[in-house]
């Protein structure tokens, strides 16, 4: 507790300082590669028939996904603070592969805690933080995911408050947690809002993005919350059906989540009717866990956001649809929200305008996509 | 049928309630208690014991396999009671059982089972306002957590919301045996000193004899956990009350009689 009151003073101090801004802002740039493309997409939009489809390509950011916006505002908070080790839990890999890479970049320890369901899983993003430097502890309690790599990670962090920094790579965890992560991810729809003036001269009538622990979809939203016109859709994983363990739509009516708290924060928490915290699947790890960010909590009881689901064949038929038409292979993160965009768009209007969120691009699924997606002997003629 | 410290240092021994069974947990808390022991701290396993080593992490696990609820560790709570009427019981959990039982009804209900007190692990004195409330009520002991690392200021929050005894942790960190009772343990105690009158147990790493007599020079009491989680863990289910009683009987080496 004292850790984070620290942490909290030390943000906002951060915050309110023009030099932290001007190395955040300078590093995204030049290092990170943002402003990221808002990309029309002309043959989706004309294969669904409905909605003018944009992308928002945080797939392009180095490292392949928007998990560097933050991992890069939290190690320059750790530097201001003194701390030389750094620890970071990751479920699809992606924080821990944006940690590792920040943490070479300023010459830090780095231990990421990973489920050993998701190391096996996402195989190529673990090789990527052993290259990059970054100790891979594997965690195998629990459901060996990222709810018991956050547990693993929260450990070591009490352990070793003093000498250590916690990246936390979703809206999650205690106060300021949520915040901070949200403030660091806001560039995306600051972003987006500029950019959508720029190509169109309106805002768009929808914002479509997934919703693990929620830090791209907050980021993506949070600059349109005080326009009501444009509806925001949270897209959450609906796995292999409602049954509780086999998805993580923490929203889902009936699904399983009630208010409760779990690592730190009271939100939407799958769970049994003890108050167990019940197991949860989806083929994107990174969407695998049985929380939500509590700012989504808020934005789905308030109603401004609305939370829906993709199933995993949905995802990953997304996937094959957005690689073909529009030759992006997504995140099977991000897949779940493209996935939304093939159901609304049609039902929209031609004179209307959705942005999806590319959380992240596909190349750490490729184990997975060769297992699950049945493409041999297709031809172009057969597609 | 309260929490009093007979001896210098008092001992409050925890386990987890239904590892390796309900009615093995009942006959060793009793065993405990007649062993020793001045309070039994019940805990309620929980799928996601984060403030524990893999000790009782393991058991935890173990017990909510085995369907293990907080409904069910309430009943061998007042069955506790019954038996030993002028034993100390708290029931030690982490929040979101006791929020989807119900605050009120759990309160009630904790009450009714005949517990003295409630230690909810991941409950911070800064968010506590209804559950002291109710606690209150009820005639319950609210027990807060204190690690070294808490400055001044939350010492005071936690020491005077506290009642029964202020559980000071040994040391940052998780709960687990170790060979040396950390330096901070002290200090720590010490800094309590100036905000209460209320005994002060100290907890996390305590696992001998030796252990409990340092705890016994500068605070009130001694928490044993893991040692014991650990020893029921490789002792069969029909020789466990036996052998915590034993442990217990054991620990109390280390212990003067006032």
């Known amino acids: ?112 805690y990973m489920g050993e369901e998701d190391m096996r899983r996402q195989e190529l993003n673990v090789f990527r933080m052993r290259l990059l430097g970054a100790e891979v502890r594997g965690v195998n309690s629990g459901s060996a995911t990222l709810k018991d790599a956050i547990n693993e990670a929260m450990r070591d962090w009490v352990t070793n408050v003093r000498t250590t920094f916690y990246i936390l790579g979703s809206a999650l965890g205690s106060h300021p947690y949520p915040t901070m992560v949200r403030d660091f991810q806001r560039v995306i729809s600051k972003e987006m809002k500029r950019q959508i003036l720029e190509h169109e001269g309106r805002l768009p009538d929808v914002i479509v993005a997934c919703v693990g622990g929620g830090s791209n979809a907050i980021g993506a939203f949070y600059e349109f919350l005080p326009d009501a016109n444009v509806a925001l859709i949270g897209v959450e994983a609906g796995g292999r059906g409602m049954a509780l363990g086999e998805h993580a739509a923490r929203f889902a009516p009936n699904g399983g989540g009630v208010p409760g708290v779990l690592q730190g924060t009271y939100s939407y928490v799958l769970q049994d009717a003890a108050g167990q915290i019940a197991a949860t699947h989806s083929v994107s790890a990174g969407l695998d866990y049985a929380s939500v960010g509590p700012e989504h909590a808020m934005l789905h009881d308030s109603g401004r956001a609305t939370y829906t689901s993709a199933t995993d064949d949905e995802a990953l038929e997304a996937t094959k649809v957005l690689s073909r038409t529009e030759g992006i292979i997504p995140a099977l993160e991000s897949a779940h929200a493209i996935a939304e965009a093939i159901k609304l768009a049609p039902k929209m209007g031609k004179d209307k305008i959705m942005v999806v969120n590319v959380s992240g691009r596909g190349d750490k699924d490729i184990g997975i996509l060769t297992r699950e997606l049945d493409l041999g002997g297709e031809t172009a003629s057969s597609r | ?206 696992s001998t004899p030796e252990h409990v007599r340092a705890v016994g020079e500068f605070a009130d009491a001694a928490v044993v956990g893991s040692a014991i989680v650990a020893l029921i863990e490789k002792t069969p289910a029909e020789e466990a009350p036996r052998a915590v009683g034993d442990f217990v009987r054991n620990l109390c080496g280390g212990v003067k009689t006032v």
């Open chain 2, 1 to 206: 049928m309260a929490i009093i410290f007979s001896k210098k240092p008092g001992l409050v021994i925890y386990f987890t309630a239904g590892d390796p069974d309900l009615a093995t947990a009942r006959e060793m808390a009793l065993a405990a208690i007649d062993n020793g022991a001045d309070v039994i701290e019940l805990g309620v396993p929980f799928s996601d014991p984060l403030a524990d080593g893999p000790v009782i992490q393991r058991a935890s696990e173990r017990a909510v396999a085995r369907g293990t609820r907080l409904a069910d560790v309430l009943v061998i709570c007042k069955e506790i009671r019954a038996a030993r009427p002028a034993a100390g019981i708290i029931l030690f959990s982490y929040l979101n059982p006791v929020l989807r039982f119900g605050m009120e009804a759990f309160a009630k209900a904790a009450k009714d089972a005949g517990a003295d007190g409630v230690l909810l692990t991941d409950m911070i004195v800064e968010e506590a306002d209804e559950y002291l409330k109710l606690m209150h009520e009820h005639g319950l002991a609210p027990v807060f957590l204190a690690a070294p690392t808490s400055p001044d200021a939350r010492l005071k929050a936690i020491a005077e919301n506290s009642q029964g005894f202020v559980y000071a942790i040994s040391r940052v960190g998780i709960t687990g045996t170790q060979t040396e009772l950390a330096g901070d343990a002290k200090g720590l105690v010490e800094r309590l000193r100036k905000f209460t009158k209320l005994p002060i147990a100290l907890g996390f790493g305590v």
């Open chain 1, 1 to 112: 507790m004292a850790a984070l009151l620290e942490l909290d003073q030390e943000y906002a101090e951060a915050q309110a300082d023009p030099a932290f801004h001007a190395e955040l802002d300078g590093l995204l740039k030049d290092y990170c590669g943002r402003p990221t493309p808002l990309y029309f997409a002309k043959r989706l939009t004309e294969t669904l028939g409905g909605a003018k489809i944009y992308l928002k390509r945080e797939d392009l950011l180095h490292t392949g996904a928007h998990k560097i916006n933050n991992a890069l505002g939290q190690v320059m908070l750790a530097r201001r603070m003194g701390k030389k080790r750094i620890i970071a839990e990751t479920g699809a890999g992606q924080h821990g592969v944006a940690t590792a890479t920040v943490c070479a970049l300023f010459g830090l320890e780095c231990v990421v």
